[in-house]
C-alpha cells in the first residue's frame, strides 16, 4: 500500500475529519479513504487472494468427531 502525506492541513478541516470519522466508527486514515472512493468513483476492485484449502475436509461427521473428542476429553 502506498503512504500519503498531507502538509498544512487547515485545524478546522482536520477536527472536520476527526468529527465526521467518530461518526461513522472509523479511525481517520479509514474515513479519508471513505471521501476519496467516493468522490472518485468508488472502490479500486483489488485482486483477492487463492482461498485456502483446509488441511483436513470438513464436513458434518468431521465436525461432530471434533465435538465428541472435545466433551469426552473434558474432565
Known sequence: MSAVVV???PTALHQR???E???HHRSMNREIIAILEREMGGPVPVELPTPVKPLVPVD????AESI???RDSRP
Open 7 to 9: 502538509r498544512d492541513l
Open 17 to 19: 475529519l476527526k468529527v
Open 21 to 23: 470519522a467518530a461518526r
Open 60 to 63: 458434518g461427521r468431521w465436525i
Open 68 to 70: 465428541r473428542k472435545a
